[in-house]
């Protein structure tokens, strides 16, 4: 093939996609799509960052599309080395905007049997930031990447359609934007979020996606802090430790500040005090190994969070496309309790997945495209979203168990398996590790758990030991603490 040949075959195979949301998965499908020599339009409703750096960024943004913007946001290892991978310059920005290095598996070296760094250890490195501050640096390096334009305050109202490509399947060919401007192209591609309104769009062209909304039961009161000294509290063992009735997490974050969160069950009406900054301190001297993490000064108040739900759509149904010319990733596909932390990194496992699928079959196919991209999420990123919601009921049982006072007990093995491997943590290096291979979504639960026999010997160091590996109060010790003004 001469050279002007090769030109037109990657003209043709070249797509403009409109990407709809410029949130963390947008992004990274924008930059990724980009890369491939696709032209990228994202969308999105919010207004841009304002000028500045971490602070200005943290302070300022407004973005009344992203309830969760000014909550604690940690970068798994898994999403960490993807993007260190494909957009290194990525990770520099963020650097360079006050991102601290972290290593997940730090605060676990010096507790129990764990028995220090190994070789190898250096996989569980991320940079951590503040939500704001690490949009800020993947905007920054989206808008500079050839072929991506980011187009904000430009809210998504509808679908446009065009021929069927499929029987009675339409063919969404671009989105109506509010004020009335209609933007087409070869393929669209839903990265709006939790709240995403594209189901309801499909349905107004006469498509039917499968959806499934529940509430996700949890409620995260935080509160930031910063040192004088840019330094971040010593580690804990673990970013989220669980306790009798709450789990706190502690999160590093950029120049100098980190958040602490002690979440509950929704239903936990007795926690609510935990709203009040100083109730919220009492609680957390009770739990020795977290206590130092609110010690520093804070930068905000004590912010609670709830009601959120967790939400499944799938645009296949029946092993057909609802609608063709239309995908999903990221949040818009799929959201879950967030106390892992996996929202961003399996949004960028899934903007990986759809370029991958675009290399493969091309947009010419739409069908193809929707089947192949729908089949790769059941297989990469479901079992993930289905593990956390099944780990989301049986914690929200122990918890309802803990209130009344009695101890919780299932015969699901997962659960009882999880449980063990929570205890025997601290007790042997090889669990631990496999235990951030699989919480930092390196990793699944088989290659490096049950494979190499670590959940059978998690089981077997776990017999008789407590529920809770990390110090803290009983129930009634935590609330007799808050209500001691
Ligand atoms: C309390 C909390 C804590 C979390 N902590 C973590 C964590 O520690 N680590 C982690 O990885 N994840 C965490 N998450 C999850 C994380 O927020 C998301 O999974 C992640 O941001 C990926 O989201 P996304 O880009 O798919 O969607 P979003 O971040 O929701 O972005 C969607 C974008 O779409 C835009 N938009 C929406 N509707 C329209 C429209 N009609 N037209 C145009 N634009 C539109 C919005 O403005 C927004 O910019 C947390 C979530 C919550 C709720």
């Known amino acids: 093939m001469g050279g002007t040949d090769r030109r037109k075959e990657r003209e043709r195979s070249m797509v403009h996609t409109l990407v709809l949301g410029a949130g963390p998965t947008g992004l990274m499908t924008a930059m990724m799509l980009a890369v491939e020599g696709h032209r990228v339009t994202v969308l999105d409703r919010d207004p841009s960052p304002p000028k500045g ?21 940690l970068l798994l290892p898994g999403g960490y080395r993807l993007l260190a991978a494909e957009f290194p310059a990525a990770v520099e920005r963020l650097v360079g905007l006050g991102g601290s290095r972290f290593n997940m598996i730090s605060g676990a070296w010096d507790v129990g049997e764990t028995g220090g760094p190994q070789p190898g250890d250096d996989r569980f490195e991320t940079v951590a930031a503040r939500r704001p501050v690490l949009e800020a640096a ?65 349905a107004g062209i006469g498509a039917t996606p499968h ?12 509160r930031y802090f910063h040192s004088a000294d840019g330094m971040t509290p ?16 502690t999160v590093p974050a950029d120049s100098g500040t980190w958040s602490v969160t002690i979440a509950t069950s929704s239903r936990d009406q007795e926690l609510r005090s935990l709203a009040d900054i100083d109730a919220w301190h009492r609680a957390m001297k009770l739990y020795p190994t977290e206590a130092h993490w609110a010690e520093g000064e804070p930068i905000t ?20 496309p609802v609608a063709t010319g239309i995908v999903a990733v990221g949040d818009a596909w799929a959201s879950i309790n967030p106390v892992f932390g996996t929202g961003m990194t399996m949004g960028f496992r899934h903007a990986a997945l759809l370029r991958d699928t675009l290399r493969m079959v091309g947009a010419d196919d739409p069908v ?32 309802d168990a803990e209130m009344r006072g009695e101890a919780y007990s299932t015969d699901d093995n997962d659960w009882n398996v999880d449980v063990a491997l929570n205890i025997a943590r601290s007790k042997d290096p090889a669990i631990v590790r496999g235990l951030v291979d699989v919480g930092g979504l390196l990793a699944t639960p088989e290659e490096a758990l049950v ?33 001691n003004d």
């Not at 750096?53 to 946001?73: D, I, L, M, N």
């Not at 010593?234 to 997490?249: A, E, K, L």
């Not at 108040?301 to 092993?319: H, N, P």
């Open 211 to 222: 959806e499934e909304r529940a509430e996700a039961g949890f409620r995260y009161y935080t």
């Open 138 to 202: 993947l905007l920054a390096e989206a808008e500079r990447t050839p072929g991506i334009t980011v187009r904000r305050e430009a809210q998504v109202t509808g679908l446009l359609t065009g021929t069927a490509r499929t029987a009675g399947r339409p063919h969404v060919t671009g989105v109506l934007i509010r004020g009335g401007e209609q933007v087409e192209a070869d393929l669209v591609i839903d990265a709006s979020g939790r709240h995403s309104q594209v189901a309801a769009m499909l």
């Open 53 to 73: 750096g971490a602070e200005a960024t943290w302070s300022g943004w407004k973005r009344p599309g992203v309830r969760q913007f000014p909550q604690p946001h």
């Open 234 to 249: 010593r580690p804990t063992p673990s970013p989220i430790c669980h306790h009798n009735s709450v789990t706190i997490g």
């Open 301 to 320: 108040g004590v912010t609670a969070m709830g009601g959120l739900e967790s939400t499944y759509r799938r645009f296949v149904v029946d092993d057909l």
């Open 368 to 399: 193809e495209l929707a089947l192949r991209l729908d089949d790769a999420t059941q297989k990469n990123l479901e079992p993930v979203w289905e593990s956390i919601t099944a780990w989301d009921r049986h914690r929200l049982a122990e918890i």
């Open 451 to 483: 494979k190499p026999g670590l959940a059978q010997k998690a089981v077997e160091l776990a017999v008789g030991a407590s529920r809770y590996p990390d110090p803290g109060p009983t129930r009634r010790e935590l609330l007799a603490a808050l209500a």
